[in-house]
């Protein structure tokens, strides 16, 4: 008789940000978020003491999935980020560093719970109404007649992202083909309501990055015992396409947990090879060309198709499905494809299969050298075309290389300056809670820019436009490559006092920004940063079941 163990209470801590083993947790992670921030960010190598797959990685959806966290608040703030990066796929380090930092800094500067919520809603509300308005000097509009805004996205998208190990050349020809693919997936000559189409994304191991490429339609494993010649036979297309997602394998085990009647002297597995075969031949019948399942189809039937010069792709998987629907227009009861061809990529052998009329569905392939490059570099791909189609919704990019940071910083300190004793009463906040809020989330959004340097080197902030620089004699732009640098133009080191001043626009000039964040993804972080920061602030207990 097993016995009977007497439940254990709930563990109920109260004030948890009063509690220094918290903090000093919370710190750990704002350092590990903040060391694998940026181009030059350090990697994370994450195993279990057990041994098992070694992760390496400097992505905050790879790290924060990876890393298991037995403290409440800390599983909070991991769970927020990894929500927004898996809607925005982009800006979730940012949003890490920014939203421990506020906390942070409402500790440090022992602020009221009720003024630092204020204050920082009032803030975040004036960065909104700052990055939305058409006097914002941290914004750049996305133009889509030509590549060069997607491209330069992707681009600062793969070279934040140090683990894909990538050279200049390779950074450029990915990130060109980022841009392809997000092109493809665009329906042309469509009506009413569009759907973006499907980019599908294959790896090869071993082979060099150049040998990536992007593909219109969609490449599967060769069907067994296809050869050239056999598409040759067919001639030319569109051919028609039926296709399953049931298994066609003749088990009676594939009808499931049910209870079956058989009459004395039936073979029920015959029985269904008959019926397969009889579709085997409607399918002959009605001259389709393609014939693909999901799952397994039945040796016998897959003989019989093949022999009337049928192309059989069996175990396609649900991942390919959606895709191949897509390229297939429905016409009747069957599919089109406009042909068939083989492609060589890498070590493997591949079958492509064009789509019919205007079908937005490609395959990236991309190659790397080892399988760790690889999966990070599959990751980092399959995010930058998800932050490519939220510019067609927003069609802006925000500066990168930490110049959004500091501009946002500046204005915000500005803007104090000449509304501060009307705001602070406005809030029913006393003026000098609104002054260290204040500094509070101006210092936190430096810090996330600080968090860009990791070779020791001294970060600067311009005294006239407000960007980031670096202290370095071969750096001649500021962080975003927009500003050049100028033997009159005053910068000081960006953790120090300086006087507040309104920051410039850079107007009527043919200098383009280097680096690029997703308007869409960075403004969701600020603000779900601050609404996280606000509510743990506020979180007077955490109740844990230890059961």
């Known amino acids: 008789m097993a016995r009977i163990c007497k439940k254990k209470p709930a563990v109920c801590t109260d004030e948890p940000l009063s509690n220094s083993n918290v903090c000093q947790k919370m710190a750990l992670l704002r350092s590990i978020l903040s060391t694998a921030y940026g181009p030059t960010g350090r990697l994370k190598q994450i195993h279990n003491n057990v041994g098992g797959h070694v992760l390496t990685t400097s992505t905050s959806t790879a790290l924060l999935k990876q890393v298991d966290m037995s403290e409440p608040l800390l599983k909070m703030i991991s769970t927020a980020v990894q929500h927004h990066t898996a809607r925005y796929s982009d800006s979730g380090l940012f949003m890490g560093i920014f939203m421990l930092r506020l906390i942070e800094n409402a500790q440090k500067y022992n602020l009221r719970t009720v003024a630092a919520a204020k204050v920082y809603k009032h803030f975040v509300e004036e960065c909104n109404t700052y990055l939305k308005g058409d006097s914002c000097g941290c914004k750049v509009p996305v133009d889509f007649t030509s590549c060069d805004s997607l491209i330069a996205l992707a681009c600062s998208m793969i070279t934040s992202k140090p683990a894909c190990m990538l050279n200049s050349k390779e950074t450029q020809h990915i990130s060109s083909l980022i841009a392809q693919a997000f092109l493809y997936s665009i329906p042309c000559n469509s009506s009413g309501v569009t759907c973006f189409g499907k980019t599908v994304t294959i790896g090869i191991e071993g082979q060099s990055v150049s040998d990536s490429s992007v593909f219109p339609g969609l490449l599967v494993d060769v069907p067994e015992m296809l050869q050239i010649v056999d598409l040759k036979r067919l001639g030319s297309g569109p051919y028609k396409v039926v296709v399953f997602n049931v298994s066609l394998s003749g088990d009676i085990s594939e009808i499931g947990d049910v209870a079956l009647e058989i009459h004395r002297g039936v073979d029920p597995e015959h029985d269904l090879l008959q019926q397969l075969l009889k579709l085997g031949e409607q399918v002959v019948k009605d001259k389709v060309r393609l014939f693909a399942c999901q799952k397994v189809v039945h040796p016998i039937l897959q003989h019989y198709l093949r022999k009337h010069e049928v192309v059989v792709i069996e175990r396609l998987g649900l991942a390919l499905m959606e895709p191949f629907v897509q390229i297939s227009v429905p016409a009747e009861a069957y599919g089109i494809v406009k042909g068939f061809c083989f492609q060589s990529c890498g070590s493997r052998e591949l079958l492509q299969l064009l789509p019919s009329k205007d079908a937005a569905v490609s395959t990236m392939v991309l190659c790397h050298r080892n399988e760790t490059m690889l999966e990070e570099l599959k990751l980092t791909c399959q995010r930058a075309e998800h932050v490519l189609r939220l510019t067609l919704r927003e069609p802006y990019a925000l500066l990168g290389g930490g110049c959004t940071e500091t501009i946002l910083a500046t204005h915000i300190k500005h803007m104090n300056q000449s509304k501060g004793a009307t705001t602070s009463a406005a809030l029913c ?119």
């Open 429 to 547: 906040v006393s003026q000098s809670e609104f002054l260290m809020a204040a500094e509070a989330f101006c210092n936190s959004l430096q810090s996330v820019a600080l968090s860009l340097e990791h070779d020791g080197q001294v970060c600067l902030i311009d005294l006239t436009y407000g960007h980031r620089w670096v202290q370095d004699i071969f750096f001649k732009t500021c962080g975003c490559g927009l500003v050049e640098d100028r033997s009159n133009l005053e910068k000081t080191p960006l953790n120090t006092a300086y006087h507040t001043f309104s920051p410039v626009s850079l107007e009527n000039t043919d200098s383009h920004p280097r680096i690029l964040d997703s308007f869409s993804a960075k403004l969701n972080a600020l603000n779900v940063a601050v609404e996280m920061a606000n509510f743990v602030l506020d979180l007077k207990y955490v109740i844990k079941d230890i059961n």
